[in-house]
């Protein structure tokens, strides 16, 4: 990927050579000296050239002296020279054909790097002349690598002269020079503020009644260099980021500054994902498919290895890129590692990656997020898995649980299987073995994987029942909130032992509310059996109440009985459903046995039991609750329906 050189600023650094006026004109691909004597020398460089005079140039130069006096012992009237090895070729040249004969010529940060190589190369050294081509083109170099723009344009314009800069070390002094000012406080040295532009800005402002007002300049923040690196070709920025690297930079500037190079030079990263990007990677640029595919693995390569340093949103882009330009397994590899280091920073949106594989099953690539989401699990474990873990509500509020990035990654995984669901592709095992990566303990609430299981179960209306238990048990019914359970008590697609257990579980939890209130209101009455309310009396010495104190307790009392009344309407209308849906089974009597249970008989009384000893649908269900977990069955005590 070649150097963009853009247009010179005005302020440019420039010196002037020689005091001559103009003594050569062109004629198409030839150079003519109009001094009147003739032309005894033709010096032949690419498709130019030119006809000069052997004095002028065996004075300043050791090559072309030694060409000459070659040419010379042929006894030819007229010496002809090819030099197409010249660094900057014709053009570089004629510059230094003008320097020979004493014309004015001018030394920019533009050409004062082919111009040294080409004296370089010309041997014009002190030797032949005090104050030569190779010495006045060092002092300039000195000046030009004071100024930040001036270097920024002379290592641009090192590309054209490989591998003469790199002998002469004009690359390397360039780079030290840059990295040493943008690490430094940039109001230090002398650098014309380019602010991603080249022309420049006025410092004054017109106001309302057309007064001029002088506005203040604006502090350089961290970022302002990163524009300037952008210009340079992939080897020699490269060279500046492990430059700034060295010279002990933030890692955030440095991941900041790729950013900025990997969007201008890397269009797909500038999209959203989009199933078609594999068919139009190389749209919108001129850039190859190779050269952006070098590009992004050197940028990965190049990239902090700091936790947080780079945004999970860029990383997760720069994977999806790679997989387009079909990058290199150890690229994608440490891309994955890097997302899953830091996966509680990522947004839904960024993990829908399309699938780009050749052999396409589903739509996005849930293989990659299932690795990238055992990288976070390997790396974020603060329990052992076969530990019980409790988590504090002020904890996950607080953020100063270890605990807390897991909750979020289980809240990401979740909308990304609800997003992925609808697939008809996605098969039931990749579907469990993404859900199970979560331990339980990291879902405060299942209403997310409950979302998640019910759009998978209405997009795969073929799942058997025992495939639509098996899904179900990746939910904890216990832990649904009051709207999840309604939805779930009334979804035909769930099992009928999950819409029981929920329905069991919600009676449950009403009951436990109303004891709950009931016990506060009974306490209350056995503290103050003067039927004071618990209120406190008047601090005159007198029984008498504060009526402002009875007020509040009156309004509490009425609004912990309306609460209960709420509670018991609750639990009525979960007793009527409960009730329908006996009534549409035909009999609470065949429940037992399809939810796998049977009649127990008692070793000791080999008699078959009597009907008002037989469970309860309540109670035959509470003491498999745990059964439909997954865990061992126990037989608890029969709540009260």
Same mark, same amino acid.
């Given at each position: 990927m070649s150097a963009h050189l853009r247009r010179p600023p005005e302020d440019m650094a420039c010196v002037k050579l020689g005091v001559k006026s103009e003594a050569f004109h062109r004629e198409g691909q030839t150079w003519v000296c109009t001094t009147g004597l003739p032309s005894d020398i033709i010096v032949q460089v690419g498709e130019?050239?030119?006809?000069?005079?052997?004095?002028?140039?065996?004075?300043?130069?050791?090559?072309?002296?030694?060409?000459?006096?070659?040419?010379?012992?042929?006894?030819?009237?007229?010496?002809?020279?090819?030099?197409?090895?010249?660094?900057?070729?014709?053009?570089?040249?004629e510059l230094v054909t003008k320097f020979c004969y004493g014309v004015k010529i001018e030394l920019t940060a533009l050409n004062v790097v082919i111009l040294r190589c080409a004296a370089e190369y010309l041997r014009m050294t002190e030797e032949y002349e005090q104050g030569n081509l190779i010495a006045q083109t060092e002092v300039f170099l000195n000046e030009v690598f004071g100024s930040w723009r001036d270097s920024i344009i002379a290592l641009e314009t090192c590309e054209e002269v490989q591998p003469y800069v790199e002998e002469l070390h004009i690359v390397s002094r360039?780079?030290?020079?840059?990295?040493?000012?943008?690490?430094?406080?940039?109001?230090?040295?002398?650098?014309?503020?380019?602010?991603?532009?080249?022309?420049?800005?006025?410092?004054?402002?017109?106001?309302?009644?057309?007064?001029?007002?002088?506005?203040?300049?604006?502090?350089?923040?961290?970022?302002?260099?990163?524009?300037?690196?952008?210009?340079?070709?992939?080897?020699?920025?490269?060279?500046?980021?492990?430059?700034?690297?060295?010279?002990?930079?933030?890692?955030?500037?440095?991941?900041?500054?790729?950013?900025?190079?990997?969007?201008?030079? *890397?269009?797909?990263? @500038?999209?959203?994902? /989009?199933?078609?990007?594999?068919?139009?990677?190389?749209?919108?640029?001129? &850039?190859? !498919?190779?050269?952006?595919?070098v590009l992004l693995e050197e940028i990965v390569g190049l990239l902090p290895n700091k936790k947080g340093v780079t945004s999970s949103k860029f990383l997760l882009r720069l994977l999806r890129t790679a997989m387009i330009l079909h990058a290199s397994q150890s690229c994608t590899d440490n891309l994955e590692k890097r997302v899953g280091t830091q996966l509680d920073q990522a947004v839904l949106?960024? *993990?829908?990656?399309? @699938?780009?594989?050749? /052999?396409?099953?589903?739509?996005?690539?849930?293989?990659?997020?299932?690795? &990238?989401? !055992?990288?976070?699990?390997?790396?974020?474990?603060?329990?052992?898995?076969?530990?019980?873990?409790?988590i504090e509500e002020g904890q996950l509020m607080t953020g100063t649980d270890p605990l807390t990035p897991v909750t979020m990654v289980a809240s990401l995984v979740d909308g990304y299987l609800a997003e992925v669901a609808p697939d008809v592709n996605l098969k039931l095992p990749k579907f469990q073995a993404l859900a199970a990566v979560i331990p339980e303990y990291a879902r405060p609430l299942d209403d997310g994987i409950y979302h998640a299981i019910d759009v998978f179960l209405k997009a795969h209306p073929w799942l058997t029942d025992a495939e639509r238990e098996l899904l179900c048990r990746l939910m904890n019914c216990n832990k649904l909130s009051l709207e999840a359970s309604t939805h779930a008590a009334q979804n035909e697609r769930l099992p009928l032992r999950v819409i029981v257990q929920v329905l069991f579980f919600e009676q449950l939890r009403l009951r436990t509310s109303i004891s709950g209130w009931l016990f506060v209101d009974n306490l209350e009455n056995s503290q103050n059996p003067s039927g004071n309310l618990g209120l406190?009396?008047?601090?005159?010495?007198?029984?008498?109440?504060?009526?402002?104190?009875?007020?509040?307790?009156?309004?509490?009392?009425?609004?912990?009985?309306?609460?209960?009344?709420?509670?018991?309407?609750?639990?009525?209308?979960?007793?009527?459903?409960?009730?329908?849906?006996?009534?549409?089974?035909?009999?609470?009597?065949?429940?037992?046995?399809?939810?796998g249970f049977r009649k127990k008989v008692d070793p000791c009384c080999p008699k078959e039991s009597k009907a008002s000893d037989r469970m309860t649908p309540a109670s035959c269900f509470s003491g498999q609750q745990n059964h439909v977990n997954g865990e061992v069955p126990h037989s608890p005590a029969t709540p009260q329906t």
């Amino acid at each position: 990927m070649s150097a963009h050189l853009r247009r010179p600023p005005e302020d440019m650094a420039c010196v002037k050579l020689g005091v001559k006026s103009e003594a050569f004109h062109r004629e198409g691909q030839t150079w003519v000296c109009t001094t009147g004597l003739p032309s005894d020398i033709i010096v032949q460089v690419g498709e130019m050239s030119f006809h000069l005079h052997k004095f002028p140039l065996l004075s300043k130069s050791g090559l072309l002296e030694q060409l000459i006096e070659q040419c010379s012992m042929e006894e030819s009237s007229l010496c002809a020279l090819k030099l197409h090895g010249v660094p900057g070729g014709a053009k570089a040249f004629e510059l230094v054909t003008k320097f020979c004969y004493g014309v004015k010529i001018e030394l920019t940060a533009l050409n004062v790097v082919i111009l040294r190589c080409a004296a370089e190369y010309l041997r014009m050294t002190e030797e032949y002349e005090q104050g030569n081509l190779i010495a006045q083109t060092e002092v300039f170099l000195n000046e030009v690598f004071g100024s930040w723009r001036d270097s920024i344009i002379a290592l641009e314009t090192c590309e054209e002269v490989q591998p003469y800069v790199e002998e002469l070390h004009i690359v390397s002094r360039c780079i030290d020079s840059l990295a040493t000012k943008a690490c430094s406080d940039p109001k230090l040295f002398s650098r014309p503020m380019s602010g991603g532009s080249d022309i420049k800005k006025p410092t004054g402002t017109v106001s309302w009644n057309g007064i001029a007002a002088e506005s203040k300049p604006q502090s350089p923040g961290e970022n302002w260099w990163y524009e300037d690196t952008s210009f340079l070709s992939l080897p020699l920025y490269k060279r500046l980021i492990q430059a700034v690297e060295s010279k002990g930079m933030r890692p955030e500037s440095i991941a900041a500054s790729l950013i900025t190079y990997a969007r201008k030079y *890397l269009p797909l990263m @500038n999209r959203l994902s /989009s199933f078609n990007d594999a068919n139009h990677a190389n749209s919108g640029t001129n &850039i190859s !498919d190779e050269d952006q595919r070098v590009l992004l693995e050197e940028i990965v390569g190049l990239l902090p290895n700091k936790k947080g340093v780079t945004s999970s949103k860029f990383l997760l882009r720069l994977l999806r890129t790679a997989m387009i330009l079909h990058a290199s397994q150890s690229c994608t590899d440490n891309l994955e590692k890097r997302v899953g280091t830091q996966l509680d920073q990522a947004v839904l949106i960024d *993990l829908l990656i399309p @699938n780009m594989g050749y /052999s396409v099953e589903t739509l996005y690539d849930i293989d990659c997020i299932q690795r &990238i989401l !055992d990288h976070f699990m390997l790396v974020n474990q603060p329990y052992p898995s076969s530990s019980p873990c409790i988590i504090e509500e002020g904890q996950l509020m607080t953020g100063t649980d270890p605990l807390t990035p897991v909750t979020m990654v289980a809240s990401l995984v979740d909308g990304y299987l609800a997003e992925v669901a609808p697939d008809v592709n996605l098969k039931l095992p990749k579907f469990q073995a993404l859900a199970a990566v979560i331990p339980e303990y990291a879902r405060p609430l299942d209403d997310g994987i409950y979302h998640a299981i019910d759009v998978f179960l209405k997009a795969h209306p073929w799942l058997t029942d025992a495939e639509r238990e098996l899904l179900c048990r990746l939910m904890n019914c216990n832990k649904l909130s009051l709207e999840a359970s309604t939805h779930a008590a009334q979804n035909e697609r769930l099992p009928l032992r999950v819409i029981v257990q929920v329905l069991f579980f919600e009676q449950l939890r009403l009951r436990t509310s109303i004891s709950g209130w009931l016990f506060v209101d009974n306490l209350e009455n056995s503290q103050n059996p003067s039927g004071n309310l618990g209120l406190p009396s008047k601090n005159d010495g007198s029984n008498q109440v504060d009526p402002a104190q009875v007020d509040r307790a009156v309004g509490f009392d009425h609004e912990v009985r309306e609460r209960v009344l709420e509670l018991q309407k609750e639990c009525s209308s979960m007793k009527k459903e409960l009730q329908k849906l006996v009534k549409n089974k035909r009999s609470w009597s065949i429940l037992p046995i399809r939810l796998g249970f049977r009649k127990k008989v008692d070793p000791c009384c080999p008699k078959e039991s009597k009907a008002s000893d037989r469970m309860t649908p309540a109670s035959c269900f509470s003491g498999q609750q745990n059964h439909v977990n997954g865990e061992v069955p126990h037989s608890p005590a029969t709540p009260q329906t």
